[in-house]
């Protein structure tokens, strides 16, 4: 098992910038990929940024791409979420997310979430 505990979100204004940590407990952090996934009102679920065991290999959404950016310090188990240039479109629960395999689309444990919320 592995419990994640994201933190980090709270209200800005468009344009600001938020750092979102996701910490994990209970096993080997450096066995798991790592996901940031968000959830609007009304919306679907989805896939922010992605990255690898050893933080070298990263996917980013496109409607991120160039504004947000994930880390990762193993040393710390924990996962970052940099967001830039916030826009009111942004505003979701953020929730981050563990997976063993890089390649599947199926992620094993996830945290319980953080809200952000960005006005105009």
């Known amino acids: 098992q592995v419990q994640l505990v994201e933190s980090g979100g709270g209200l800005v204004q468009a344009g600001d910038s938020l750092r979102l940590s996701c910490t994990a407990s209970?096993?080997?952090?450096?066995?798991?990929?790592m996901g940031w996934f968000r959830r609007a009102p009304g919306k679907e679920r989805e896939l922010v940024a992605g990255?690898?065991?050893?933080?070298?290999?990263?996917y980013y959404a496109d409607f991120v791409k160039g504004r947000f950016t994930m880390s990762r310090d193993n040393a710390k188990n924990t996962v970052y979420l940099q967001m830039n240039s916030l826009k009111p479109e942004d505003t979701a629960v953020y929730y981050c997310?563990?997976?063993?395999?890089?390649?599947?689309?199926?992620?094993?444990?996830w945290g319980q979430g953080t809200q952000v919320t960005v006005s105009s």
């Open positions: 209970g096993r080997t952090f450096s066995d798991y990929n």
């Open positions: 997310a563990a997976k063993v395999s890089y390649y599947s689309n199926v992620y094993d444990y």
């Open positions: 990255i690898d065991r050893s933080g070298v290999s990263k």
